[in-house]
């Protein structure tokens, strides 16, 4: 249910954020709260510029060295896990050693028959900005703070008709001068009706207020949704609409910015499965500017290809520009005008041992290209690396 939610920032999936998500163990209970003690261990190149390209460059080589401790709960109407884990991050070619942090709680339950509520957090403070699910933050490696979170409660009311409660929070803190805080909240409100047995309509209404230090902006975003069953296996969610944008201290931002989604999401087998996201929209709480305009689009594959080997990859392109839509037309990256982009590539494959052990080796090429700096340089980066999981229980 939040998924659909999530498009807008996870255009580009970074790496490191796909790994902490490719780490979890699947559950195989249900019953009581259990305890959730992992170490993984990862050994990476990655020749990114910012990495090697200066005299005091910290290289190419890093050794991570990840435990994770929580809990976690899966019963038949209620799952939960939350854990906090400090990452050793270890440069053998400059000898320098750094911690960061990161935190998650994930929430599913079914209230009734008729009622659901969703629930998903993530935290991170982190010295290399491409361990973030959040595209733009990887042209720098200052370290930066960042945290979202979302709420989302669907009830059905009548036979055919169902409202959905949602809120989302974005904070982002990069630890350079001139940049503040800058923090996103978004209420929203969307009503389906069951237009056929696969058919639903429907209507929302999203505010998005925004704020990067002393300024701030707002966002009324009504729109239509409209989604299809193709199958009992695929799925597919169309939403558009436009973004009445207003920012306090800079008027000429002012604007209205066009919106839409689309999702598709199949699992062609119990073994293979795909998710498809394309779209345009206003985001922000990036820790550079207040708001901007954002072209997305990403796909994920995942493949048990054996009952121990799983193959997965992914790709990604985003574009984004100031407001108000400045360098949208034509379709190109145009520094004089602040718009940047980037794409991601990547693949890899997990064997997973037992229950408790799994390796994984994986790719990922990213590059980032322009930026609100017309003398930003291309930060393409080829990540190659391997990893041990281990958990305790």
Do not use: C
Not at 11 to 37: C, M, N, Q, W, Y
Not at 281 to 300: E, N
């Amino acid at each position: 249910m939040l998924g659909g939610l999530l498009g807008a920032v996870l255009a580009l999936v970074p790496a490191e954020a796909r790994a902490d998500l490719r780490t979890e163990r699947p559950s195989e209970h249900s019953g009581p709260i259990e305890p959730i003690l992992r170490v993984a261990v990862e050994e990476r190149y990655d020749d990114d510029v910012l990495l090697t390209g200066s005299q005091d460059g910290p290289g190419a080589f890093l050794t991570k060295i990840m435990p994770q401790v929580g809990l976690r709960l899966n019963q038949r109407l209620t799952k939960f896990e939350t854990f906090y884990g400090p990452d050793i991050l270890y440069r053998s070619s400059s000898g320098q050693v750094q911690l960061d942090h990161r935190a998650a709680l994930e929430l599913h339950t079914d209230l009734s028959r008729t009622s659901q509520l969703d629930a998903v957090g993530r935290f991170w403070d982190t010295s290399d900005p491409l361990s973030l699910p959040r595209q733009g933050l990887a042209r720098t490696l200052a370290r930066t703070f960042y945290g979202i979170g979302q709420v989302g409660w669907r009830q059905q009311f009548a036979p055919r008709w169902s409202f959905l409660l949602g809120y989302r929070f974005e904070g982002a803190k990069v630890e350079e001068p001139d940049h503040p805080p800058g923090f996103l909240n978004s209420p929203s409100i969307e009503v389906d009706y069951r237009l056929t047995r696969r058919a639903d309509i429907g209507a929302e209404y999203r505010l998005q207020l925004f704020k990067f230090g002393d300024n701030n902006g707002i966002a009324h975003s009504p729109g239509l949704i409209w989604k299809y069953r193709i199958s009992r296996t695929a799925n597919i969610k169309v939403s558009a609409g436009a973004a009445f944008y207003r920012e306090h201290l800079d008027p000429s931002k002012n604007g209205v910015v066009p919106r839409f989604q689309i999702d598709v999401a199949q699992r062609i087998s119990k073994r293979l499965d795909w998710i498809f996201t394309v779209g345009h929209d206003l985001v922000g709480a990036s820790g550079f500017s207040t708001a901007v305009w954002a072209d997305y689009s990403s796909v994920t594959l995942s493949w048990q290809l054996l009952e121990k080997l799983r193959l997965f990859g992914y790709g990604s392109f985003f574009r984004n520009g100031p407001m108000p839509n400045i360098g949208v037309f034509p379709l190109k990256v145009d520094q004089e005008k602040g718009v940047a982009a980037g794409y991601g590539l990547g693949a890899g494959a997990e064997w997973r041992f037992n229950r408790h052990a799994a390796i994984q080796a994986s790719y990922d090429r990213l590059d980032q290209v322009g930026s609100v700096d017309p003398a930003q340089t291309s930060l393409t980066r080829n990540i190659v690396a391997a990893r041990l999981t281990v958990d305790a229980f």
